[in-house]
């Protein structure tokens, strides 16, 4: 449990990181939904602004929506734009955050 929770908030702390930069959100209906990431919070529920639907034919009722909130339970997927991900970085915080778990759980 002490593990997640120190996951969870890499995750938090990496897309905050985000804010202002363009992502592609895929969710679990297959709704795709392009635009820029505005806010995002402890449970992954992100605000985004300036969307766009990559299936207009399929969601016409979503061209009118420009900016939409969305529950972090029926995200998918993120697409992130290539240059700003460090993986190395990412992966070295992965690993630094398992092992303070570790250390706390055995604490």
């Known amino acids: 449990?002490?593990?997640e929770l120190f996951v969870e908030m890499l995750f938090?702390?990496?897309f905050k990181s985000l804010v202002g930069?363009?992502?592609v959100v895929e969710l679990k209906n297959d709704l795709s939904i392009c635009g820029t990431l505005h806010s995002?919070?402890?449970?992954?529920?992100?605000?985004?602004?300036?969307?766009?639907v990559t299936d207009s034919e399929r969601y016409p009722h979503m061209l009118s929506v420009k900016n939409c909130f969305i529950r972090g339970s029926v995200v998918r997927?993120?697409?992130l734009p290539a240059d700003q991900v460090d993986t190395?970085?990412?992966q070295?915080?992965?690993r630094k955050e398992v092992m303070q778990a570790k250390r706390s759980a055995t604490a």
């Open 1 to 3: 449990l002490v593990c």
């Open 77 to 79: 997927y993120v697409q």
């Open 40 to 52: 995002v919070d402890q449970y992954l529920n992100m605000k985004l602004t300036d969307i766009s």
């Open 92 to 94: 070295d915080a992965s």
């Open 88 to 90: 190395q970085l990412l």
């Open 21 to 23: 930069k363009d992502v």
């Open 12 to 14: 938090y702390s990496f």
